[in-house]
């Protein structure tokens, strides 16, 4: 009894701190955030199949709370994958979400939610965890939105889906740590065993949370990257219909030219401009874009060749290309 009051005390003080920290420049995605923290492993979540989702072995849970009614449209997670044959967008995974059981740390047995993803961006973040394994990213936009109400205490599960998976009956995926602990801490089931809880980092032993983002808009981009070579990545402009830019973010390109990102800007109508490379400026205009859009970018016409930045492909720009042609880089 000490210890679940225990929780449920922190529950309430980290809860308090969440609203404060996603009321700043988050605000208008009203998302939750947890980073993947370097270098923390990662933790086992299979089952059986999307249309059989008990655990094959154990599953894995991480909870948040809403700090804003609305829909949530996409879901990104980080983890790592035990074979290179996992690394294609064709392989499904399960999500689910569960309420959290009044006066635990643990959600109720039946989800009110749940779906099966395939990842449309799945890119390699750079980064080898404490177990020497590569780290990736994954984002899924959600067959139907989940509306999530302000206050509640939600679970998130985030399981490999075996039957569709490189390797049938062979773990191919976990899902990589997150630390500070944010409200209870995450959470492994398995028939056998039952809840356990925390679960413990493989390296240093001590408890994880689960990396993990919900959007309440999702935003994704298609770049026509053929023949290009150089550094995938580009800046997104979000512009107001006056040309003001309301935001501008970064974003990585993934091998087929798609990106996913959110701009931090109100509910309105923008016209997107995408600034890659020595390319001209790309433009998508009079998107509506707001809780619960779904928007895809398409960027086809990318033409290359401006050299100088001065937005025109011309002989400027071939005087600087004949300048440097045959220089070779250290």
């Known amino acids: 009894m000490i210890r679940r009051s225990f929780w449920m005390l922190a529950v309430l003080v980290l809860a308090v701190s969440a609203q ?15 980073r993947y923290t370097w270098p923390l492993a990662s933790h ?10 008990r655990p094959l072995n154990r599953v894995a849970m991480d909870d948040w709370i809403c700090t804003r009614t609305g829909p949530i449209v996409r879901v990104s997670w980080w983890g790592v994958l035990l074979t290179s044959a996992q690394y294609s967008k064709r392989w499904s995974y399960y999500i689910a979400i569960y309420r959290n059981k009044p006066g635990t740390c643990e959600p109720e047995p039946e989800p009110i939610y749940r779906a099966c993803v395939r990842p449309d961006v799945l890119r390699y973040t750079g980064r080898w965890d404490c177990t020497q394994q590569r780290v990736f990213y994954f984002s899924a936009k959600l067959p139907q939105p989940f509306t999530q109400e302000i206050e509640q205490h939600y679970w998130l599960q985030i399981s490999e889906d075996d039957k569709n998976s490189a390797r049938v009956d062979m773990e191919d995926f976990r899902w990589s740590a997150h630390r500070p602990l944010m409200l209870c801490p995450a959470l492994q089931f ?50 107001t219909r006056d040309g003001n830019v ?11 030219g798609t990106f996913e990102t959110d701009v931090d800007v109100p509910d309105g109508i923008y016209d997107f401009v995408l600034l890659f490379s020595s390319a001209l400026p790309a433009v998508q205009r009079d998107v509506e874009f707001g809780d619960g859009s779904v928007r895809q ?7 290359f060749g401006d050299l100088d ?5 011309t002989l400027f720009d071939f005087g600087i290309l004949v300048r440097n042609f045959g220089m070779i880089g250290e």
């Not at 404060?20 to 947890?34: C, D, E, I, R, V």
């Open 246 to 256: 309301a935001d501008a973010v970064q974003v990585e390109l993934d091998e087929d």
């Open 190 to 239: 398995s028939p056998a065993t039952g809840f356990q809880q925390p679960i413990l980092d493989r390296c240093d032993e001590k408890p994880d949370d689960l990396a993990f983002v919900l959007f309440s808009r999702s935003l994704t981009g298609q770049v026509n990257t053929a023949g290009y070579q150089g550094k995938r990545y580009a800046t997104l402009e979000a512009r």
């Open 309 to 313: 930045g001065d937005n025109e492909v």
């Open 44 to 53: 086992e979540s299979r089952v059986f199949s999307c249309e059989q989702p």
């Open 20 to 34: 404060a920290q996603f009321a700043g420049p988050t605000y208008w995605s009203f998302k939750w955030l947890q």
């Open 297 to 303: 970018l398409s960027f086809f016409d990318i033409f």
